[in-house]
């Protein structure tokens, strides 16, 4: 029997009997229905506060249950796993949270439920039993069912209300993380900025925002190891080892490679003030054997104080160990010593400047026939990021210093190799490919940066003197004066127009002359090859960046 039909019952007993006994019953009735209605009142503001709070300290005594088991981490699905593109585990307040939310949402509704069933069946139990109390239990009882929806309410806000806080709390949290993500990030963007640091591959020379860098424990590759939600100075790879996500705690130090070409890159890149230098000149003009050449006398130079040199690649120090080898027997560097597809890279590190980052330059043995060729012209995308050129002339390309030493040249035989092609023919070449790069800087249409003209091969039929014969200038310095010759030089032996043209799109021009081997090679000889006049250039194109 439900409890109005109860009710009805009840009224129907009272209001058995006839006429007058009828109202004298009512006359009694009234006052008294009055004031159990005036008690049930009375009862009902209590009870509703009552329930209400009993109610809000179930919602919060559950929720504080929920939350313990979540502490105990015994919460159900707690199993965390890796997400999203990265093979590591999302931070906590980008995934687990979320979930972990869910289910404190969903196992709070289901107790909170629960409860208020169990709570309905207790008043049912005790407070609607037939025996003589009923007349007390009852109004309780309905006093109590008429303040379950108010409490509900009241409960239900409490429930809302600490589910609100929850969620603020994780969603702050993640947002503090996030904040604190693109602060650190933006840190390291802006001293790479200061240093002009920036990603170039010594392989395909291609610029790229990030290394994808390896994980040293299982190999998985990660493609943006910086701060965010995978955590803000460490993130958890996908097989729990801990990596660095940041340059300052050691992220340059994993295994990494290039995002276009895969081609492992230096530990140093990203974290050196790179610098590109090409080594422009014709096919056998000297290119190779200059850059082995200027590599010794960087050694040389460091050796004599200032700054350490440090080859990072394994390559580059091998075929640089081979060179030095070739060079103290005068034997000519072969082919495989000279072939180089990548860049080569030198770590400069001046000596109480420890502030200041290292240097890390870049070598590009720049073909000059390459230019002629679209197809490969991706070989020479690092001209958008040039700080310089080494343009070097083989002075028997110059047909009136070939024509001089016809019959020498036929004598030396492969001894002195000439190259083939005319120095302006290589500059045109250069020039037109360098306009293709709108990024390299001008300034009145000139180019900015620096360009050292090396005569090479000065060694060969007494050469140096030559060009040093040029009658002197006065009032400038030695290196002014060298220059003024070598220009001169060029100029008496039909280049006017190569040296008009170079002053014409560069601003600043230098000329030099060097032999890379300091005398001519002799198969007879083991005489050692000592570079002569190839730091002077370097010195110069160097200066232009405060490199040394
Ligand atoms: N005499 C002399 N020969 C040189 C010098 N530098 C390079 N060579 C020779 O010139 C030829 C071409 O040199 P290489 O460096 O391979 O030129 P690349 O094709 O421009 O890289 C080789 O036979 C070298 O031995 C130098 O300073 N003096
Ligand atoms: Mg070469
Ligand atoms: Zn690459
Ligand atoms: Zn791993």
Known sequence: MSIVDDWKNELNKLSSGDGLINCCGMIILLPVLAIVGYLLFLLLIPTLIISAVVITCFVLFNYSKILNLFFKQQLPGAIDQPTGDQPAYKQYFFRKAFIDLKTIITENLRINKTSILVLYNKIKQHLFVEDNKRYITRPIGY????????????????FIGVTAIHTLIVALSAGTIIVTAMVFRGVESINMARWQIFFACPSCYKKFSLPTY???NCGAKHTMLVPGQYGIFKRKCQCGNLLPT???NGKNTL???CPHCHNTLSQDIGVAINVHYPIVGGG????STFLVASMLELEKQSKQGGFTLSLSEKSDLKAIEKARDSFSKGIILDKTTTYKPRAFLAKLQKDGSKKQPPYLIYMYDAAGEIFEDGERLHQHVYFEYINGIFFLIDPFSIP?????????????????????????????????HLKQHKEVKKQKDRYTIPIAVVVTKTDAFGLESKITQVPEQKGKSPEEVSSEKIRSWLINNGEGNLVRS??????SVQYFSCSAFGHVPDEKSSEAFIPKKVWAPINWIFSYRKIL
């Open 143 to 158: 006093a109590i069912i008429c303040a379950i929806p108010v409490a509900a309410i009241i409960g239900g806000a409490a």
């Open 214 to 216: 390896s994980c040293t």
């Open 246 to 248: 940041l340059f300052f």
């Open 255 to 257: 295994p990494s490679e």
């Open 284 to 287: 056998s003009s000297g290119k």
């Open 400 to 432: 009136v210093v070939h024509q001089e030493f016809e019959q020498e040249l036929v004598k030396a035989g492969e001894r002195i190799k000439t190259s083939r092609e005319q120095p302006k023919d290589v500059f045109d070449r250069m020039v037109n």
């Open 502 to 507: 170079i002053e014409n799109m560069f601003a």
